[in-house]
């Protein structure tokens, strides 16, 4: 059966899409690398137009030191970040311990490359869940007229729900038997907080990706494909999703840097991860029993959420423009 | 609009319905009995009759029916009975704390007032920043100026409240030492002096949530007033001879106001969620303090019921949103 459409999408997807759909988990300057470097592919367009915005650029470099510090640093720096050493507690920074110790003798920077692992995860963790939930409900709804009006109406819901309060609950309701069914209380609570994340923050994808979609379907490459007996779900893999990629993409670079604060938030407000278990916001909510005396032990977790949180908005920006046709030429 | 405003209403209604009862089901879930801190010596069957008293015992689906009467109808006849001294809800049985055994809204009426005095301050003082900061850059667009506020609020609402909270609590309370870190509520405004010390400890929690909320407002004026200014009508008012002030000022910011201002009907619940974070950075002993100690005393009523307030807050702004673009800008037409 012969896919191509004769007329091309708006935003003309090649071949070399479907190797970025199948792998879109990586961090987003991954995705904006060119597949193929010889032909002028689309891609190639995107990461020139990206090239353009500073702020992406230096946003994208920012992150990826960021993961790069959080995911190697350990290897490098190979002090325990649970290893108390009472004597040299309370240090300011030293050579020996560069973001000091806290009030056990932990090294802060070992602890912190430890939360960021953490915190990463469950961000990214998280954006993937709430961008398959939202693609999938945004597809269905778009495509097929019958769920349409069923799946907005529990979009509308979901908005309306009282989020933070929300997730407090399911936190506390949740912790413990979920910690007993895994065997483990880490795995339990990381489980817990990205499916939390995940099923409360798939909304604006949804509309955006079922608005899309609906356009799409109207178009004579879709009709095309229709005509020639192509099934829903080979239009909606071939045609629908490598088209709706872009904004799909976009949201899913934004929905990191929410997915990170909220489990910030929680972590602060000491419903998160459990005290021995360092991710940033957790580390936050300790350094702040010390505020009076050593300030630094709050700042650093805080610098670094706001630090992750402030490039992948840049990031989201400059992938907006970078994959937006319209602008792409200028 | 009258028939889109009933709509409206009308779907309103069962969502906050199915919110109430998905809030009330899943804390079916919890584990939390509020007789467990009953010593043992009490006989079962008197821990049976505290329970009815607190209006337990029925089934799951009865109680929840027994809940959504006590808040639609009991609680507003105990507003009416306090506000003209009547004794229409005498007898009944009202939403009770399991914490402190006193009806819920009692703690939310003594709550509320703090929290609606740091939300609403904080919220005036983020349009009064906001709005000026979002025509001038547009107005001077890609400027120094335009850039600076652009990287300003894109930090502003990258940094989440709980880190610049934090951030000056250590720079103006540890460091300078000019405000308290805690706000006290019993403080009494009855001086200047005194108004001074409430101003003063109102200062860092209105920051805090005024930043965040003058970073979105900014950015939605800057788009809005960018908009305007290529209209035909911007060119008309300058062809005339109007001042470039009053083109900007009269003209142009009235036109931009319209999305905006729905925008701001629409981040009213998002800054009462900015106020449960915030007032616990300063211990302002408001809802959102309250919701916290609830849940961390498995106080279900409480939680069930202030989720829902919070619940209610969101289909309300959202209606209200859309009903203010409607009357506000004579484009729209619903029917």
Known sequence: ?330 | MLTYTLRRIAFAIPTLLIIAAAIFFLLELAPGDPMASVPLTVPSEVKEQMRQALGLGEPAPVRFMLWLRQFFWIEPLNVVDALFGTTFAEGELRIISWQNRAPVFLQIAERIPQTLWVVGTSYVVAILIAMPIGIYSAYRQYSLFDQAGTFITMVGFSVPPFFSGVLVIIIFSVQLGWFPTIYDTRHVVNDWSSFWVQVRQMILPVMVLALQITSQLSRFMRASVLDNLNQDYVRTARAKGLVERRVILVHVLRNSLLPVVTVIALYVPAIFSGAIITEQIFKVNGIGQLLITALQANDWPMVQTLSFIFAVLIVVSNLIADLLYGVLDPRIRYD
């Open chain 1, 1 to 330: 059966m012969t896919e191509r459409s004769a007329t091309e999408p708006v935003t003309p997807v090649g071949t070399d899409a479907q190797v970025v759909v199948a792998s879109h988990e990586p961090g987003p300057e991954a995705m904006a690398v060119p597949v193929d470097p010889g032909a002028r592919s689309q891609w190639r367009d995107v990461w020139d137009q990206f090239r353009t915005h500073k702020g992406a650029l230096i946003g994208a470099a920012v992150f990826a030191g960021i993961c790069l510090v959080v995911l190697l640093g350990p290897y490098l720096w190979d002090l325990d970040p649970t290893k108390t050493d009472i004597r040299n507690k309370n240090q300011g920074s030293t050579f020996a311990h560069p973001m000091g110790t806290d009030q056990l003798g932990r090294d802060i920077f070992a602890r912190m490359m430890m939360g960021g692992r953490i915190s990463l995860a469950v961000g990214l963790t998280a954006m993937g869940l709430s961008i398959l939930l939202g693609t999938l409900v945004g597809v269905l709804a778009g495509y097929f007229k019958r769920l349409d009006g069923l799946l907005m109406r529990l979009t509308d819901l979901f908005l309306a729900l009282p989020i933070l309060p929300l997730l407090l609950v399911l936190v506390v309701l949740f912790r413990e038997p979920l910690a007993a069914a895994f065997g483990s209380q880490e795995v339990g609570i990381f489980v817990l907080m990205v499916t939390a994340i995940g099923i409360t923050s798939w909304m604006q994808t949804a509309r955006i990706v079922r608005g899309d979609v609906l356009a799409l379907k109207e178009r004579e490459f879709v009709l095309a494909a229709r005509s020639i007996g192509t099934p829903a779900r080979r239009i909606i893999s071939r045609h629908m999703l490598p088209n709706v990629l872009s904004p799909i993409m976009v949201s899913a670079t934004l929905g990191i840097a929410t997915a990170i604060i909220t489990e910030s938030t929680l972590s602060f407000l000491g419903l998160g991860f459990p005290p021995d278990f360092p991710t940033w916001g957790r580390l936050l909510n300790d350094g702040v029993a010390y505020l009076q005396l050593y300030p630094m032990r709050a700042v650093w977790p805080g610098l670094a959420i706001s630090a992750v949180v402030l490039s992948i908005n840049y990031v989201g920006d400059g992938l907006r423009d970078a994959l937006d046709p319209r602008i792409r030429g200028r």
